[in-house]
């Protein structure tokens, strides 16, 4: 066994909670050969192969398991660390944030400047997911969700507003388009039924978020349904009827043991703030 370099457990982290390594490397933001070889690096030290790969994706050994383990209390004792060394009166540290993606990319990203004039010594590390990031494993620290979530020990939830939905289309397109839609792994979302229900034609695609939808309404592939508190503002977009069809509410989730710490709480602030004052700006048209 050689002496380890600690980082590398960084990436075994990773690799463990994204399932591959081209997904590693999109949440560390490097090149997918540097995650592989940090894993060689990594199972070279500890004489153990950490990960095999089952249906295309890395799923943990036994030796894996109690890598990750070790890595997860790691990252908690350095977070530790960076909190207890921040100032009391000042938030600073990392905070990592979950979302779907059309939330990430076109409502929260938009609005980060005006909260890193406020607090220039938080952090946000955003993680863009369809599916639900888990708090209890230490995935993430707050998470937004699109629907009432299961009450946990681990974590605190609060309802912070309504996502209200209409029809979009193209600005400059024909209202005449065909519906787009979600691929089969997503027909749950009241969104997806509603577009199944729809009458009219289909487009030749689906996808697994909304935000690729916004890009092929822009292309002028279709129409489909959008949240109004993003799509009202994208210019490229029209509302086909003023009606909001259907709502979904937006929860926040902190875990509990962090919620005090003011870098925390300064996020969930800003997150209750951001909402309250969008809905504002949604109304039937």
């Given at each position: 066994?050689?002496?380890?370099?600690?980082?590398?457990?960084?990436?075994?982290?990773?690799?463990?909670?994204?399932?591959?390594?081209?997904?590693?490397?999109?949440?560390?933001?490097?090149?997918?050969?540097?995650?592989?070889?940090?894993?060689?690096?990594?199972?070279?030290?500890?004489?153990?192969?950490?990960?095999?790969?089952?249906?295309?994706?890395?799923?943990?050994?036994?030796?894996?398991?109690?890598?990750?383990?070790?890595?997860?209390?790691?990252?908690?004792?350095?977070?530790?660390?960076?909190?207890?060394?921040?100032?009391?009166?000042?938030?600073?540290?990392?905070?990592?944030?979950?979302?779907?993606?059309?939330?990430?990319?076109?409502?929260?990203?938009?609005?980060?400047?005006?909260?890193?004039?406020?607090?220039p010594r938080i952090?946000?590390?955003?993680?863009?997911?369809?599916?639900?990031?888990?708090?209890?494993r230490r995935e993430?620290?707050?998470?937004?969700?699109?629907?009432?979530?299961?009450?946990?020990?681990?974590?605190?939830?609060?309802?912070?507003?309504?996502?209200?939905?209409?029809?979009?289309?193209?600005?400059?397109?024909?209202?005449?388009?065909?519906?787009?839609?979600?691929?089969?792994?997503?027909?749950?979302?009241?969104?997806?039924?509603?577009?199944?229900?729809?009458?009219?034609?289909?487009?030749?695609?689906?996808?697994?978020?909304?935000?690729?939808?916004?890009?092929?309404?822009?292309?002028?592939?279709?129409?489909?349904?959008?949240?109004?508190?993003?799509?009202?503002?994208?210019?490229?977009?029209?509302?086909?009827?003023?009606?909001?069809?259907?709502?979904?509410?937006?929860?926040?989730?902190?875990?509990?043991?962090?919620?005090?710490?003011?870098?925390?709480?300064?996020?969930?602030?800003?997150?209750?703030?951001?909402?309250?004052?969008?809905?504002?700006?949604?109304?039937?048209?």
């Amino acid at each position: 066994m050689q002496n380890m370099d600690w980082d590398d457990l960084r990436f075994v982290l990773a690799i463990a909670r994204a399932g591959t390594l081209a997904a590693a490397a999109r949440r560390l933001g490097v090149n997918q050969t540097t995650v592989s070889r940090r894993l060689d690096a990594a199972e070279t030290s500890l004489g153990a192969r950490l990960f095999d790969r089952v249906n295309g994706a890395l799923r943990p050994t036994a030796a894996g398991t109690v890598a990750i383990s070790r890595a997860a209390q790691m990252e908690e004792q350095v977070r530790a660390l960076e909190t207890g060394i921040a100032s009391d009166d000042e938030a600073a540290g990392r905070v990592r944030l979950t979302a779907v993606p059309i939330l990430v990319n076109r409502l929260l990203v938009p609005n980060l400047p005006r909260f890193y004039d406020a607090y220039p010594r938080i952090e946000i590390e955003l993680i863009a997911e369809p599916r639900n990031v888990s708090l209890s494993r230490r995935e993430a620290d707050i998470a937004l969700r699109l629907s009432r979530p299961e009450h946990g020990a681990a974590t605190l939830t609060r309802r912070i507003g309504l996502l209200g939905y209409a029809a979009y289309g193209p600005r400059e397109g024909d209202d005449d388009l065909p519906w787009i839609g979600y691929e089969e792994n997503q027909w749950h979302l009241p969104q997806a039924q509603w577009l199944i229900a729809a009458q009219g034609r289909l487009a030749a695609m689906s996808f697994n978020d909304a935000d690729g939808i916004v890009e092929a309404i822009h292309a002028g592939l279709g129409k489909s349904l959008l949240p109004c508190l993003i799509a009202d503002h994208d210019m490229r977009l029209k509302r086909l009827n003023p009606d909001i069809v259907l709502s979904r509410e937006v929860w926040l989730l902190a875990h509990r043991d962090l919620r005090q710490q003011r870098r925390v709480d300064a996020v969930v602030t800003w997150l209750q703030n951001l909402f309250t004052n969008s809905a504002r700006n949604v109304m039937h048209r």
